[in-house]
Nanobody, 124 residues
Framework: QVQLVESGGGLVQAGGSLRLSCTAS????????MGWFRQAPGKERDFVAA????????LYADSVKGRFTISRDNAKNTVYLQMNSLKPEDTAVYYC?????????????????WGQGTQVTVSS
């Protein structure tokens, strides 16, 4: 089990950028597949991006492809989500999640541990 803490959310104008960070406790972070999800008010939680152990393999939702980049630094126990060209529809609470067994999964049920979330608000 890992404990996950997200940071970096905030208020930004449309077209702007934010970088979210998710720092994990524990010495086994590099063995976890990591993902980002988001939940807008009144909607279900949706997949955003996922990354493999090494960072060599990534997966994105179509809605963010070409605008968002997921990366990780295993030496810092941290996974990042760089968000560019933000749109009002990107407004949501963003969660990072860790999976022991499933690489590149968009299925939230395949993730074992979750952070508390960080709010991202994009104004038009």
């Amino acid at each position: 089990q890992v404990q996950l803490v997200e940071s970096g959310g905030g208020l930004v104008q449309a077209g702007g950028s934010l970088r979210l960070s998710c720092t994990a406790s524990g010495r086994t972070f590099s063995r976890y597949y990591m993902g980002w999800f988001r939940q807008a008010p009144g909607k279900e939680r949706d997949f955003v991006a996922a990354i493999s152990w090494s960072g060599g393999s990534t997966l994105y939702a179509d809605s963010v492809k070409g605008r968002f980049t997921i990366s990780r630094d295993n030496a810092k126990n941290t996974v990042y989500l760089q968000m560019n060209s933000l749109k009002p529809e990107d407004t949501a609470v963003y969660y990072c999640a860790a999976s022991r067994f499933f690489s590149g999964s968009a299925n939230e049920n395949q993730y074992d541990d979750w952070g508390q979330g960080t709010q991202v608000t994009v104004s038009s």
